[in-house]
């Protein structure tokens, strides 16, 4: 039968994307602001002909102007059709040792769904009880590291130092850091790349861009390791990137005051609804990413996240070990996060 | 040392894109036409601040026009970034069992790269000496097989009674026939679904939908066939298709008297080319597609080709064996055809 021959797996299942307007939708961190304006002009210009024909299959305008705003070579920028493109093709570069890689046991759930998609061997590390990093789990032998910084869904933020020093006691392995909310107030390893040739990151237009529905992520690493990760990539799929994602994408880079200002805002918004929230009785690690991840010292999670869906407001819950307590709110604007506040206290108050 | 780790591989070269627009460009199959109106008219329409927003990842307005047009239930189509993103996905899904999968010796040359990215065995099936399939060799043991009908490079197309034979001799493996280049007068396995659970028949919007540039594909089977991709795609990548993919997309497909307009005009085009070509002391299979693979019956191809792009005119050359003295010519629009016949008349004649 030819159903012997199939990859059996278990996919990684997203965050509702309910296509009602009505909504107030915190629960997939996306940008509760529109990209820089310039990509609504270029979008309205763009010549539709020119779709007859393949993209820029080396996106040059893209990779160049990531290099330029990153301060790299354009051969250590690789782009992909988000930061789950790039992570995954970067599971099958480099994850080949036959030894397990190791990520934190609380993080992004799609580390063990591409481990297991490639049959790439894997052990999680436990997180210290106050969801920090616990270094020493990472220096035993392993065929690679990815660890998301700042962590999902606990919002922690671990300092340089920390990476730094899982990057020092792994020089035989690849380490990858996932910053895909590098951009609310955390320090990026970019500076570290000069120093290690086994560092590669990982970042997202997806959240701080604000553009999840453009699909667009990027590592930087070093010209080494971003040519075997392209020659994967062009054994995949030699045209990844849109025109539309390739030439807006762009725009948005460009626009550096505009992500300044929505970042900015963002972080306010969150600095407030901390506060809120402590008020209204819940604890949270220290988020330094566009949401909060937290637990009430006396409703369970479950049935807060029942009530505020009943009531339009949509965030996120697993029903899961370690964290079925817990809520993720994505940061919305002021005006969500007062509507969000309100609607706690009534039910909680 | 981490290189030891990578995934090392050779990959896919694909046709030169030159950014120049004072090119006749006939050399990677892409429509000389622009896509249906309503696509430029939704992209100037599109409202850029929900692209803040992830896009749908059931990509349900693309699944469901499709499956309506094909006539086959949503839940039987799987749709990608390019019929690329879809084929590799598939390979990786469907051929694990060890045993070689076997593909012609002379077509689409991502086979064997993407055979050689996930370690699997293949076997070619060499063509007979009329570049035609040679339907016994598709009888021996294997783990899978993919065939592109009408074939790449050649143009010719095997009939359906061919297709089906090969299908019924390998009930127990996935037979994949990849019609990229259907809609040029060919005719589909489709209707062949209702007998054979072990078709899969993937196609694309980048040659006869005039998208190459949107990257679009996708893939009609059984139900069964399609939740194994899906499950596959979603320990990938939950979002490939981005928010303009899906809206412009949606609207090509609408529009069938366009889409039967744009490829007639090809087909005509390609049938007074291949006169002119005959003419000059060419000869080629019969192509049912929108290129020509083409000989000439004294001057070596590489010549050829290397004067035309001294003309600004891009045609396809391998330097590679068994294909070597032959040109893959594009079908552009009339003017382009004309200047491509006067530009050889003038080297040849």
Chains 1, 2 share one sequence.
């Not at 490639?118 to 590291?145: A, C, H, M």
């Amino acid at each position: 039968m030819w159903e012997d021959n199939v990859r059996k797996v278990v996919p990684y299942v997203a965050g509702e994307q309910p296509q009602r307007r009505d909504i107030i939708k915190l629960n997939t961190n996306e940008c509760p602001y529109p990209p820089a304006p310039e990509v609504s002009k270029l979008m309205e210009n763009m010549d539709s002909s020119l779709f007859r024909l393949y993209p820029d299959q080396n996106a040059t305008s893209l990779v160049d102007v990531l290099a330029e705003y990153y301060k790299v070579k354009p051969e250590q920028v690789f782009v992909g059709v988000g930061s789950d493109d790039v992570l995954c093709l970067s599971f099958l570069t480099f994850f080949n040792s036959g030894k397990p890689i190791l990520f934190p046991n609380v993080t992004y759930s799609f580390y063990d769904v591409w481990a297991d998609l490639y049959r790439i061997p894997y052990k999680t590390v436990p997180l210290k009880s106050d969801w920090s990093l616990d270094v020493d789990g990472f220096k035993q032998e392993n065929g690679g590291i990815i660890i998301a910084n700042p962590n999902a869904p606990t919002g922690l933020y671990a300092p340089l130092s920390v990476i730094e020093e899982i990057i020092q006691a792994n020089r035989d392995v690849l380490v990858i850091v996932d910053e895909a909310y590098i951009d609310f107030g955390a320090e990026s390893a970019l500076p570290l790349l000069e120093k290690y040739d086994n560092l590669m990151i990982v970042q997202t237009f997806s959240k701080s861009r604000a553009m999840a529905g453009m699909r667009i992520g990027f590592a930087i690493g070093s010209e080494a390791q971003i040519k075997y990760l392209r020659d994967v990539k062009f054994s995949f799929n030699s045209y990844t990137m849109n025109l539309p994602s390739l030439v807006l994408g762009t725009a948005a880079v460009r626009n550096d005051k505009y992500f300044k200002e929505i970042t900015g805002k963002i972080i306010e918004t969150r600095e407030w609804t901390k506060k809120e929230l402590t008020r209204l009785g819940f604890s949270f690690p220290d988020s330094m990413t566009n949401f909060i991840f937290a637990e009430h010292e006396k409703v369970p999670a479950k049935d807060i996240f029942g009530y505020l869906r009943a009531n339009n407001i949509f965030v996120r819950y697993w029903d899961k070990p370690l964290i079925n307590n817990h809520l993720r709110i994505t940061i919305g604007t002021d005006d969500q996060m007062k509507v969000l506040i309100s609607t706690l206290e009534a039910y909680l108050g």
